[in-house]
């Protein structure tokens, strides 16, 4: 567990550090080009690498409505910031020795979401370290499975806040 729950001007938001053994060109490759973000995260992306850009989220779960964003910050390979259906999802890479620190922070709409949330980007950081190594790396869905339920517990557990629905628990 590597996300932590903090409050940035105000917002609620979960934040996340990893060091890389990667290049930073590497690791920017892997969550900008929407081939390779289809490998980690939640949803298949399609947008065009500028500012302003609109960006589609499209779930493989039939009942998940796609979702619309924009982009709001691209500096490569530095800074990748988009809206995502009204939360900001921001990734910034650090050089840091043979490799680099993706710095990853989520700002929540609401902070009850944090432990739903943090398990679940959890799951799909773990899935991005996977595509990096060179290992097969499947997005995870957005239902709840045995790992995320764990994760989520431990956060629980941890004091961060909670009681947002679960995706799938019905």
């Known amino acids: 567990m590597n996300g932590t729950y903090v409050e940035i001007d105000g917002r609620p ?13 590497r690791v920017w490759r892997a969550i900008t080009d929407p081939a390779e973000i289809r490998h980690w995260f939640p949803a298949a992306v399609e947008y065009e690498q500028r500012v302003g850009a609109p960006m589609s989220f499209r779930f493989d779960d039939p009942d998940a409505p796609p979702t619309e964003g924009k982009v709001t910050e691209l500096d490569p390979p530095r800074l990748f910031a988009f809206d995502w259906g009204g939360e900001q999802l921001r990734f910034e890479l650090e050089p840091a020795g043979d490799g680099c620190r993706l710095l990853f922070t989520h700002f929540l709409s609401e902070r009850i979401q944090a432990a739903r949330d943090a398990a679940g980007w959890e799951t799909c950081l773990t899935e991005l370290d996977r595509l990096l190594a060179g290992e097969a790396a499947e997005a995870p869905g957005i239902g709840v499975t045995p790992e995320w339920r764990a994760l989520y517990d431990k956060y629980v557990a941890a004091g961060l806040p909670s009681g947002a629905e679960v995706p799938g628990s019905d």
């Not at 938001?13 to 060109?25: D, I, K, N």
């Open 13 to 25: 938001a979960l934040h996340f550090e990893r060091s890389l053994p990667h290049s930073a060109e």
